[in-house]
């Protein structure tokens, strides 16, 4: 079965530090990938996906993620984060060609400090 | 262009009460979604429709749990009775077709709180 993992359970950073948060998944065939923010209090939002090609995806806002096939990754950057970064970011994955049913990581809290 | 609609936004009943959860999704969009979001977790799908057909049940207790898509258009989600372990946050979501450009757009949830 599928599953995404995401190393970090909540990270912590200051203004204009940098970010990576990890996700690593299972799937032996070939995937879409997704990274989802749920801001305070609003609904998950989609803030990039890869489906094939450049396997470096840029986002809204500033961010990217590289998928590394070898490695089964999809980890989001942000070279410089701000406050109002500060949310709850999931990474998830569906099976190409599937009818998109998503399979989500348990999510990391980005807390950036002012 | 509107979004996923939900609603109630909030629900507090007492257990072995029934609730029922009403989702309108993106105009145009075919595929609808209703995902589990417990505290500290990711999303889980319940199920998910094509059109009408309820075409991935395969995670919704049937026992309590029951969902219905009339004319391919609405939603709705029911519980009944709930449980104290009910308490999550249902989202609605939706995509249209399948394939390359198959994107789910999430609503802003429903939050219930079983008593």
């Known amino acids: 079965a599928q599953s995404v993992s995401q190393h970090n359970h909540h990270v912590i950073l200051s203004e204009a530090a940098s970010l990576e948060l990890g996700c690593n998944y299972s799937?032996?065939?070939?995937?879409?990938l997704f990274w989802y923010v749920q801001y305070p209090g609003q609904h998950l939002q989609l803030l990039l996906k890869?489906?094939?090609?450049?396997?470096l995806v840029k986002g809204i806002k500033g961010f990217e993620a590289e998928f590394i096939k070898s490695k089964f990754s999809f980890n989001l950057r942000k070279p410089s984060v701000q406050w109002s970064d500060t949310a709850e970011y999931f990474c998830?994955?569906?099976?190409?060609?599937?009818?998109?049913?998503?399979?989500f990581g348990k999510g990391t809290k980005l807390s950036v400090k002012p | 262009e509107a979004g996923v609609v939900q609603s109630p936004r909030y629900k507090i009943i007492e257990k072995k009460q029934p609730v029922a959860f009403w989702c309108n999704p993106i105009?145009?969009?075919?595929?609808l979604y209703w995902y589990l979001q417990n505290l500290g977790q990711g999303p889980e799908l319940l199920i998910r429709?094509?059109?009408?057909?309820?075409?991935?049940d395969s995670q919704l207790p049937k026992d309590r749990f029951s969902a219905e898509r009339l004319k391919g258009v609405d939603s709705t989600l029911k519980i009944q009775p709930a449980e104290l372990g009910d308490s999550a946050v249902y989202l609605c979501?939706?995509?249209f077709g399948q394939g390359k450009g198959n994107t789910i757009y999430f609503g802003e949830g429903s939050w219930l709180t079983v008593v």
């Open positions: 429709y094509e059109n009408e057909e309820a075409v991935d």
């Open positions: 890869y489906f094939s090609g450049d396997p």
């Open positions: 799937y032996g065939g070939t995937v879409n």
């Open positions: 979501a939706s995509s």
């Open positions: 998830a994955v569906n099976r190409r060609g599937s009818q998109g049913n998503l399979i």
């Open positions: 105009s145009g969009h075919n595929t």
